[in-house]
Nanobody, 124 residues
């Protein structure tokens, strides 16, 4: 069983930055791919925004490429999502999710463990 706890969300102005954290427990990052998803109010969930596997390989959706950076700290068993140049349309609840795979899955159903989410609001 993997437990994931996100933090770092908040209110920021357009163009600002936030860094989200996802702490994993009960399994090591060496065994997992961790991805970030988001769901905006009244909208369908999107595919993975970004993901990082056990080898450090990464994936970025076009909507965040060049603005978001995913990274991990194995000593802290934590994955980060550095979000820069934030836009109002980035406002959503952000979730981290884990899959016991070496791949970089894009779809939410491919991830078996989820955090509780952290809200991000970007004001115009």
């Amino acid at each position: 069983q993997v437990q994931l706890v996100e933090s770092g969300g908040g209110l920021v102005q357009s163009g600002g930055s936030l860094r989200l954290s996802c702490v994993a427990s009960d399994l090591l990052l060496d065994e997992l791919t961790i991805a970030w998803f988001r769901r905006a109010a009244g909208k369908e969930g999107e595919g993975a925004l970004s993901a990082i596997n056990r080898d450090g390989l990464t994936y970025y959706d076009d909507s965040v490429k060049g603005r978001f950076i995913i990274s991990k700290d194995k000593d802290k068993n934590t994955v980060y999502l550095q979000m820069d140049s934030l836009r109002p349309e980035d406002s959503a609840v952000y979730y981290c999710a884990a899959a016991r795979t070496r791949n970089l899955p894009r779809q939410s159903w491919e991830y078996g463990w989820w955090g509780q989410g952290t809200p991000v609001t970007v004001s115009p």
